[in-house]
């Protein structure tokens, strides 16, 4: 009885290792998403371009300024009367919520 016992949550245990692993797996790379989408305006360091107008991620009053919601909003509607294009119909929900990260990761202390 303890055999069979200890093979289950020994199953158990495997079963639920491999599910994590296969969700970590599927997770987009948000560095490798930006550097796609975004760095041709942003920069590849976040510090933005002064000719095209875009913001400088590294900066700390710009991070402030912005929540996750509005960046996520700015990535999948776009931002009107700006060369910030909306991006909600080529991105899914889990590859914005990527580059949210890596915008955040641009974040100088």
Do not use: W
């Not at 009053?61 to 929540?67: F, H």
């Amino acid at each position: 009885m303890k055999t069979v016992l200890s093979r289950l949550v020994a199953a158990a245990i495997c079963l639920l290792a491999f599910a994590a692993f296969s969700m970590a797996a599927d997770a987009p790379d948000g560095a490798a998403l930006y550097k796609s989408k975004c760095a041709m305006c942003h920069g590849a360091d976040g510090k933005g371009f002064a000719a095209v107008k875009t913001p400088d991620f590294t900066d700390p009053k710009v991070q402030a300024s912005l929540t996750d919601k509005q960046i996520a909003d700015t990535i999948k509607n776009g931002k009107p009367n700006t060369m910030m294009m909306p991006f909600g119909n080529q991105l899914k929900d889990d590859e914005i919520q990527a580059l949210v990260k890596q915008i955040r990761s641009f974040k100088k202390e």
